[in-house]
C-alpha cells in the first residue's frame, strides 16, 4: 500500500499538471502543485521503512504461458537506497527549477515527476518482465525526447545508436528470463538462478554503457539541468539496480577475468575525461561512465552492498553537481564537503564499496584507487567552476528554495551513510578511503601547476559524432554495414517488385526446392 501511495502522489502529479497546461495553461499555482506531490512521494518513501520488505504485484497477466509471473515490485534494503536516492534527486529537481531561464515549464515537471514514478519502478522489479517494462518506458521518453530536440543527421543517429545499445541489454535481460525457465525455474531477482547471472550482467553492462565502452549522446540537446539530469540519473539507476541483483555462483566464468580487465580499465579512461574536462554537463556521460563502473567492480567481487552505495553516491552525488547552476560560497561548500561521502571513509555513503572476501593484484588496486581520486577530483573541479551568482539579483522566495533543493540532496548523502538501508554505519575498508583522500588532494594540488592537467578548453570533449576515436570508428563500421545492408535490401526489391520479379521469383523457388532435394537424398 505504501509503494501504490508512493506511485499516486507522483503519476497523479503529473497528470493534474498535463491537464492543466491543456485546459488552464495560465494556471499559477503549477510549479507549488510539483513540488507538493514530490514531496509526499519522498516522505512517503522514508515510512517504508517501518514495513520494510514490502511487495506489491499486478494483476496475473495473460495468456499463462508466457507471462508465467506477473509484474512484481520489492522494497527491500537495497533497493529502498535507490528509490530514496531517486525521490531526493526529483524533488531537488523541482526545488531548483525556480531560479532557471526557463521557470515556469509545466511539461518538464510533469515529466520529473513521471520519471521519478518510472524509476523507482525501475528499482523496485522483482523480476525480469517488471524490469524491462520500465526500461522501455525510460528508453522511448529518452529517444522521443532528444529525437525532438536535434536535427541534424549524424546527431540524430547517435541517438539510435544509444536507444539501439539500451534495447540490446533489455534483449539480454530477456534472454536471461528464458534461460532460467528453462532450467526450471523461472527468473526473479531475490533468487536468480546460476545459469542466468552472466546474461544479466551483460546486459547491465550494455545499457550503462561499460562494454563495449559507448557514451550517450550529451551535448548538442537542448536538455541541459533539470529534467535533462533526471533523465541521465533515472536511466541509470534503472541498471545499477541490476548488479545487486546478479548471483555471485552465476559470476564464475573463465572470460570474467578480461570482464574485470575491461571494466577497471574503463573506469580509468572515463575518470581522466571528467577529471580533465572543462564543462560539466558535457562531461556528465564520463561521470556516470567511472561510477557505474565502480559498481560494476563491486558486483564482480561479490559485493552487492558495495554496487548500490556506488550507485547511489552517482545519483545523489551527481545530482547535486548537475543541478547546480547557481552557486554563492556557501552551496559550493556544500558541494565540496560531499566528496567526503564518495571517499569510502567509515560510516560513509560509499564505506562498503570496496569491502570484499577476494584479493586482487595489487596493479589493480593502483587502477582503480587512482580512478576514484580522479573522479573527487574532477568533482572537486567542477564544483569550483560553477557560475558565482549574486543571489541578490533574485526574488526572497527563490534566494531560499533553490539553496533549499540543494541542502536535502546534501542531507540525504549523509543519511544514507548512517541510517535505512544495509550499508548504512559501516567502517569499510578504512585504509583505502584514507588513500583515496590523500590522492584526491595531491591531483587537486597538481591540477593547477600541470598544464596537461589544467587545459584551457576542452578540445578532446567533442560531440561523439566528431570523435575520431577507435570506439568511433568500430560505431562507425557497424553503420557503413547498416547502410550496406539497406541498400541491398532495396536493390532486391527492386528486381522482385519490377517486371522481371516473377521471373526471379520462380528462379528462387527453383534453387531452394533443389536444395531440399539435395538435402533429403
Do not use: C
Amino acid at each position: 500500500m505504501l509503494i501504490l501511495t508512493t506511485l499516486s502522489f507522483l503519476f497523479l502529479g503529473a497528470l493534474a499538471l498535463l491537464l492543466l497546461r491543456l485546459f488552464n495553461p495560465d494556471f499559477r499555482y503549477s510549479w507549488l502543485l510539483a513540488v507538493t506531490s514530490i514531496f509526499f512521494a519522498w516522505v512517503s518513501v522514508l515510512f517504508w521503512q517501518i514495513k520494510t520488505p514490502l511487495v506489491f504485484t499486478l494483476p496475473a497477466w495473460q495468456p499463462a504461458i508466457l507471462f508465467p509471473n506477473s509484474p512484481d515490485f520489492l522494497a527491500d534494503q537495497l533497493s529502498w537506497a535507490y528509490a530514496f536516492s531517486l525521490a531526493t534527486v526529483g524533488l531537488g529537481t523541482l526545488l531548483t527549477a525556480i531560479a532557471r531561464e526557463n521557470f515556469p515549464s509545466s511539461p518538464a515537471w510533469a515529466g520529473t515527476l513521471a520519471l521519478s514514478g518510472i524509476g523507482i519502478l525501475a528499482v523496485l522489479a522483482e523480476n525480469p518482465l517488471a524490469l524491462v517494462l520500465a526500461w522501455t518506458a525510460i528508453d522511448l521518453a529518452e529517444l522521443f525526447t532528444l529525437l525532438a530536440s536535434v536535427q541534424e543527421r549524424k546527431l540524430r543517429e547517435r541517438v539510435v545508436i544509444s536507444f539501439s545499445m539500451r534495447v540490446i541489454g533489455s534483449g539480454f535481460l530477456i534472454w536471461a528470463s528464458l534461460v532460467s525457465t528453462a532450467a526450471g525455474t523461472p527468473l526473479n531477482f531475490i533468487s536468480a538462478s546460476k545459469e542466468s547471472g552472466i546474461y544479466m550482467l551483460i546486459a547491465a553492462g550494455l545499457r550503462l554503457g561499460v562494454f563495449p565502452m559507448h557514451l550517450p549522446f550529451k551535448t548538442e540537446s537542448a536538455l541541459r539541468r533539470g529534467y535533462g539530469t533526471m533523465l541521465r540519473l533515472t536511466s541509470a539507476a534503472s541498471s545499477l539496480i541490476l548488479l545487486a541483483r546478479i548471483p555471485y555462483e552465476s559470476l564464475q566464468s573463465p572470460f570474467i577475468p578480461y570482464v574485470f580487465v575491461i571494466v577497471a580499465l574503463t573506469a580509468l579512461y572515463s575518470s581522466w575525461m571528467w577529471f580533465r574536462a572543462s564543462d560539466t554537463l558535457d562531461a556528465r556521460p564520463y561521470w556516470l561512465l567511472g561510477m557505474a563502473s565502480l559498481a560494476l567492480i563491486a558486483t564482480l567481487r561479490a559485493n552487492p552492498v558495495g554496487s548500490v552505495a556506488w550507485g547511489t553516491a552517482l545519483i545523489l552525488s551527481g545530482g547535486m553537481l548537475f543541478l547546480s547552476s547557481l552557486q554563492n560560497k556557501w552551496l559550493n561548500r556544500l558541494l565540496q564537503l560531499s566528496l567526503i561521502a564518495m571517499s569510502a571513509l567509515p560510516f560513509t555513503l560509499t564505506a562498503t564499496g570496496w569491502q570484499s572476501a577476494d584479493t586482487l593484484w595489487w596493479a589493480y588496486w593502483l587502477i582503480l584507487l587512482s580512478a576514484q581520486a580522479l573522479l573527487l577530483a574532477g568533482y572537486y573541479r567542477h564544483a569550483q567552476r560553477v557560475k558565482k551568482t549574486d543571489f541578490k539579483s533574485f526574488s526572497s522566495l527563490s534566494r531560499f528554495i533553490y539553496p533549499l533543493g540543494i541542502g536535502i540532496i546534501f542531507f540525504s548523502l549523509f543519511l544514507l551513510g548512517i541510517w535505512g538501508w544495509q550499508g548504512a554505519r559501516a567502517i569499510g575498508v578504512w585504509y583505502l578511503g584514507i588513500a583515496v583522500s590523500i590522492l584526491t588532494l595531491i591531483f587537486v594540488w597538481l591540477r593547477p601547476r600541470i598544464r596537461s592537467l589544467n587545459p584551457l578548453e576542452a578540445h578532446w570533449l567533442k560531440p561523439n559524432t566528431e570523435e575520431k576515436t577507435k570506439t568511433g570508428r568500430v560505431y562507425g563500421l557497424f553503420w557503413s554495414l547498416y547502410y550496406f545492408l539497406r541498400r541491398l535490401s532495396r536493390l532486391i526489391s527492386n528486381i522482385l517488385e519490377s517486371d522481371g520479379g516473377i521471373l526471379w521469383t520462380l528462379l528462387f523457388i527453383i534453387l531452394f526446392a533443389s536444395l531440399i532435394a539435395e538435402g533429403i537424398r
